[in-house]
């Protein structure tokens, strides 16, 4: 087993090297961001958080229907630290693998990856396009909208907000802070 941290920019290539599409690397750095941005409210280590936020989804746009089980291959070969790939395997908690959340930093990946997908359809739809202008009661507006955004599996982001133990409105509060931190490079 490998016992990698790799450096940002490592993960950075590597995201890159298997991802293409610009919606898929910027939902990548919203996750990154709100990661980091969790973790430094915690104490965390942002550079890790950061890092797991970042290429969670590294396998998808190449193998959609391998989802995490590629990542796992991957990052094995490369030699990361096998905390950093069980907190992504996690993430697919109930979908795509059988990892469960356990950490605080699974916990919040599984929680808020579904989420700033949620988020980011808000603020493209407000006038401003801009998370700056989303707040928690506007994503709880169109929460209750089934069809809208219908890809963010709002059963997955409220088992996270349980499995955290906050309600949903804080998720949702940290989440749009979080993106904030990162609103140029996810283009909101």
Known sequence: MGNKIPSREEALNLLLKYNQSDSLIKH???????????????????????IVGLVHDLDYEMYP??????????LEEEGWDETLIRAILSHGWGTCTDV??????????????????????VALVRPSKSIMDVEVKSVKKKWKEKNFAAGANREIIQKGADLL????????????????????????
């Open 28 to 50: 990548a750095k919203a996750v990154e961001g709100v990661m980091r941005y969790i973790a430094c409210k915690l104490g965390e280590d942002e550079d890790l958080w950061g």
């Open 65 to 74: 229907e391998q989802h995490c089980q590629v990542t796992k291959k991957i």
């Open 100 to 121: 469960e959340p356990r950490s605080l930093m699974e916990k919040y990946l599984y929680a808020i990856d579904e989420l700033t997908g949620l988020i980011t359809a």
């Open 165 to 188: 133990g906050i309600s949903l409105d804080e998720l949702i509060q940290l989440t749009i802070e979080g993106m904030k931190t990162v609103a140029k490079e996810i283009g909101l």
